[in-house]
């Protein structure tokens, strides 16, 4: 079982709709979870951190935690073109791993005019 | 402006060469970091650095060397060793420590190609 799963995708969603973008992890005791978009060609960029079971929302994004689950999700809302990129989930701490993520290999978001 | 640069944006590299990539970082963070990106694939940890003189080999270490002689400078030396060095690289920096509040904020990258 990979430690972090996330859907390759291609997600295809219309402009103006939710994109849900899901991530499964295996470690029990990970505090903290992030969220990257990466455009094609480029590094990284952090967009959502969320610490705490619930929602937390940030404009157009909102990330959902059930630590019960091992789950986190990304709501993306009003998707725009722009919004097209690879998005990363990575846990926080994971076993053994002193102050190290452990990145998803990514789920790719299409929005299409 | 704080942030983490990468130089050079593109590096080529003859077979057998040794080639270094430069890290630097202004945001006053403890821990760096560098990762190795193949085209379509996620991130591999290759090191990481908790504080100055002083680093841990990441996944995917062998072939790689690093240093860290200063809090901002964490460079990645490409050994002839490296077999398949072609990727993009890049650094990240954290604020360090074990609590959760630990974001990593990513460089822009350095491209590598073996001709």
């Known amino acids: 079982q990979k430690e972090v799963e996330q859907n390759s995708g291609p997600l295809s969603v219309p402009e103006g709709a939710i994109a849900s973008l899901n991530c499964t992890y295996s470690?029990?005791?990970?505090?903290?979870f992030f969220w990257y978009r990466q455009y094609s060609g480029k590094s990284p960029e952090l967009i959502m951190s969320?610490?705490?079971?619930g929602d937390k929302e940030d404009g157009r994004f909102t990330a959902q935690l059930n630590k019960a689950s091992q789950y986190v999700s990304l709501l993306i809302r009003d998707s725009q073109p722009s919004d097209s990129a690879t998005y990363l989930c990575a846990p926080f701490p994971f076993s053994g791993g002193y102050n190290k993520l452990i990145f998803g290999a990514g789920t790719r978001l299409a929005v299409h005019p | 402006d704080g942030g983490i640069t990468q130089s050079p944006k593109y590096l080529f590299r003859k077979e057998g060469q040794n080639v270094t990539l430069s890290c630097e970082q202004n945001l006053n963070h403890d821990a760096m970091y560098w990762y190795r990106q193949d085209p379509g694939q996620g991130l591999r940890l290759i090191y990481y650095s908790q504080i100055v003189n002083d680093f841990q080999k990441g996944d995917i270490a062998e072939g790689y060397s690093v240093s860290r002689e200063k809090k901002e400078s964490f460079p990645l030396t490409v050994t002839s060793a490296q077999k398949n060095p072609t990727a993009f690289y890049l650094c990240?920096?954290?604020?360090?420590?074990?609590?959760?509040?630990?974001?990593?904020?990513f460089g822009p990258g350095t491209r590598l190609t073996v001709l």
């Open positions: 969320i610490y705490s079971n």
């Open positions: 990240a920096s954290s604020r360090g420590g074990t609590s959760g509040y630990n974001e990593q904020f």
């Open positions: 470690d029990r005791v990970s505090q903290s």
